[in-house]
């Protein structure tokens, strides 16, 4: 009997899923296996929403960004009948596994369904953010990454002819992985990442010290969940209900530049990148990385790895548990912060 596989990409959309989806097709036909694809996200097992995937189907998509199976936040456990229907079509379609490319939420539910319902499910791991655990990096963040240091590489030359002080926002639910890496790859004077509360007076001391070096502009960069110290804490509650509400961040940026152009007298400017980093091609690291996810997830699907996830660990790929996946977000590293932290000023 043939095996049947189903693959679906659920969440946020991110550079790389198309190289996912090559990969576990082309490897698949390689054994004669089926593949089928469930569009977008759960949606698709709910709504009998599935087709077939070939060699064909996914020819020229490796350098594409989104996904070509499209997405949603949908969740099986969000309405009473979504799991008889799941169940229903799983039936329809004969299918023997299913591999889930998501980032923490999707996978909390695969693991939920594979916990609850036994279905037989693997996990690949993506996010922009970086914040999966268990695994050194997610296939999304090195082409955020790129953006943002190309974005900051363009800001210096209007910065230092303005004399201003650009901040820029970028992503980062909880994590400061993006800000860090970013701003370490792009030059910038300042890093702010949620894992380290800042002090509005110190960086105004920094920006005013590099004025006074005969530097009069400052590249600032701020994950969208950067908070300021209690102590000096000058958000009103107020407003950080409003840049920091639940499921869509953003805002920090206007709000500092606000604050350090009436300390410093400087201008300051704000850029935020927002969606832009999740569009476009994937890096060549992150086509790579996607694939290896690939084919390892049809080789945990082959040898019945049900409720564990591909990761990257060192440089191989390996197969761990969801539970050990999903235990906690994985916040910066602090050798990383402490590398940023000897640029700023």
């Known amino acids: 009997m043939s095996v049947r596989i189903g693959i679906l990409t659920a969440g946020g959309d991110c550079p790389g899923l198309n190289a996912v989806i090559r990969a576990v ?13 469930v569009r977008n996200g759960w949606r698709g097992l709910v709504e009998d929403d ?3 995937l070939t060699r064909a189907s996914v020819t020229g998509i490796l350098p594409r960004g989104g996904t070509i199976l499209g997405t949603s936040r949908i969740n099986p456990f969000d309405e009473p009948d979504y799991l008889i229907r799941i169940s229903r079509n799983w039936a329809k379609y004969k299918l023997n596994a299913l591999i889930v490319v998501g980032g923490d939420g999707s996978l909390r539910t695969a693991r939920d369904l594979w916990r609850s319902e036994h279905m037989p499910v693997v996990g690949v791991p993506k996010t922009i953010d970086n914040d999966v655990g268990g695994t050194d990096f997610t296939f999304g963040f090195d082409t955020a990454v790129n953006i ?6 363009r800001l210096h030359s209007t910065a230092e002819s303005h004399h201003r002080v650009m901040v820029v926002e970028v992503m980062g639910r909880h994590t400061g992985w ?14 702010l990442v949620p894992e380290h509360p800042f002090r509005l007076s110190r960086i105004c001391d920094f920006i005013l010290h590099r004025a006074a070096q005969g530097r009069p502009f400052s ?3 701020v994950s969208e969940y950067a908070h300021p110290r209690a102590d000096e804490n000058f958000i009103t509650e107020e407003v950080a209900a409003e840049i ?3 499921g869509q961040f953003g805002g920090i940026g206007n709000v500092l530049a606000r604050e350090i152009e009436a300390r410093t007298g400087m201008q300051a400017r704000v850029t935020k990148l927002g969606y832009v980093q999740r569009g476009g091609s994937p890096s060549a690291f992150d086509r790579v990385l996607a694939t290896r996810f690939g084919v390892k ?3 945990m699907v082959r040898a019945n790895e049900w409720g564990h996830m591909a990761a990257l660990q060192g440089n191989r790929i390996v197969s761990i548990s969801f539970d050990e996946a999903l235990k906690e977000v ?3 590293d602090e050798e990383i912060y402490n590398v940023a932290e000897i640029f700023f000023g």
Do not use: F, H, M, W
């Open 219 to 221: 590249i600032i960069v």
């Open 330 to 332: 994985k916040r910066l």
């Open 244 to 246: 920091y509400r639940k």
């Open 178 to 191: 993006i800000a860090a890496y970013g701003g370490i790859a792009g030059g910038a004077d300042i890093v």
């Open 25 to 37: 097709v082309r490897r698949a036909t390689n054994e004669a296996a089926e593949v089928l694809g």
């Open 50 to 52: 599935i087709e077939p």
């Open 148 to 153: 943002v240091s190309e974005a900051v590489d």
């Open 297 to 299: 997830a049809y080789e």
